[in-house]
Each structure stands twice: as C-alpha cells, then as structure tokens.
Antibody, heavy 118, light 106 residues
Framework: QVQLVQSGAEVKKPGASVKVSCKAS????????MHWVRQAPGQGLEWMGW????????NYAQKFQGRVTMTRDTSISTAYMELSRLRSDDTAVYYC???????????WGQGTLVTVSS | DIQMTQSPSSLSASVGDRVTITCQAS??????LNWYQQKPGKAPKLLIY???NLETGVPSRFSGSGSGTDFTFTISSLQPEDIATYYC????????FGPGTKVDIK
C-alpha cells in the first residue's frame, strides 16, 4: 500500500531554512507527482507546489516562488521540500501528498511540524 | 489564481441529518474539483475526485455534484464519525483549497 513517511519536527529561527523529507513506498515513485501542502495552526490547507519525480520538474504557488525548492532522490524514493528565509508565520504542519493522477492529493504523509521562533 | 469559497464556514447537525456544503470557484473549472475530509490532528483524506467520483472505500453517504463554478458536497445521513472539517480543492490551474467547513454534531 502507498506509504509516505516524513521527517521529524523542526524548530528554526527566523531567517533560517528548513528541509523536510518524504520517503515513499508501495508504488513506483517516479510514476506520480508529489505535492506539498501546509497548514498553519488552526488554519486551512495551503498548496505550496508539486514536483514531478520522474523529470524533477516543479511548479510552485506564486506565494512561495523564490523561497521554496522541491527536489527528489529517485534512488531512495524520497522527495524534499526546502523553505528558506523562514518567518514566524511559516510555523505550520507541512505535508507531502502523492497525486492520484490528475491533481488530487490521494495519499498523505503524517505531516511535519515546523516551528519558527526566536 | 483561482479563488475557492465555501459555505457555510461551520455547521451543527443531528445524527441522521442531511448535510450540504457548497463550494464556488472564481472562474470556470469544469469538473476539476475534489473534496477532502480532515479530522483533528490527522492528515486530510480524499473523499471525492473530479467533482462526483467517490474514492474507493469511502461510504456511499458521501456524494458530490456540480461543474463550472458551483459545486455541492452532501452527506446523506450524518454519522458521529463524520465530525471533521471538509475542504474543496480545484486543479484546473495549479491547485488551491477552499477555506474549509467545520461539521459537528448538534
């Protein structure tokens, strides 16, 4: 079965960067886009972008362009999301989610809490 | 960017009630619309894709309809385990989520 396991919680200072990993299993990693979605405390879901694990191609939400980088390592079926120049309002749970094959977030990781605090 | 709105933002209903949530897109998105359920402390779960298709394993009391800019999500008979926040999401142009509708039991 599809499983996405994310890296553990992080605490960062404002201005720093964070890199969250998402290890996939149970399917062909290069066969499906991977999305990254975040959720601030008590707030809704916010799509950040996607990566095509086959080509490495990416597409980011305009809000995050210039601050987010999504990469992958096909040899270990792992996707990464790095967010730079962190601010306090970047405090959120960050999820990876495998596409269903058409723009749906079909299977989700368990989430990674990133706390930005001085 | 395509903006998504949902109404109501929250609702309370009794077990067995029919519950309806609406979602509106800022422009025509055809049927490129999904619905998710999120329970507290958990990751979201895809319930309905392409506006009206039930994901495998999802109970048939959940349904979706609509196309263009106006969409509806329905729980035909609310169950205690349906307490959650529900989100619509478009994928006509990149992805974006609605603000969510919190459903609880009266």
């Amino acid at each position: 079965q599809v499983q996405l396991v994310q890296s553990g919680a992080e605490v960062k200072k404002p201005g720093a960067s964070v890199k969250v990993s998402c290890k996939a299993s149970g399917y062909t990693f290069t066969g499906y886009y991977m999305h990254w979605v975040r959720q601030a405390p008590g707030q809704g879901l916010e799509w950040m972008g996607w990566i095509n694990p086959n080509s490495g191609g990416t597409n980011y939400a305009q809000k995050f362009q210039g601050r987010v980088t999504m990469t992958r390592d096909t040899s270990i079926s792992t996707a990464y999301m790095e967010l730079s120049r962190l601010r306090s309002d970047d405090t959120a749970v960050y999820y990876c989610a495998r596409d269903r094959g058409g723009g749906s977030c079909y299977s989700w990781g368990q989430g990674t809490l990133v706390t930005v605090s001085s | 960017d395509i903006q998504m709105t949902q109404s109501p933002s929250s609702l309370s209903a009794s077990v067995g009630d029919r519950v309806t949530i609406t979602c509106q897109a800022s422009q025509d998105i055809s049927n490129y619309l999904n619905w998710y359920q999120q329970k507290p402390g958990k990751a979201p779960k895809l319930l309905i894709y392409d506006a009206s298709n039930l994901e495998t394993g999802v109970p048939s009391r959940f349904s979706g309809s609509g196309s263009g800019t106006d969409f509806t999500f329905t729980i035909s008979s609310l169950q205690p385990e349906d307490i959650a926040t529900y989100y619509c999401q478009q994928y006509d142009n990149l992805l974006s989520f609605g603000p969510g509708t919190k459903v609880d039991i009266k």
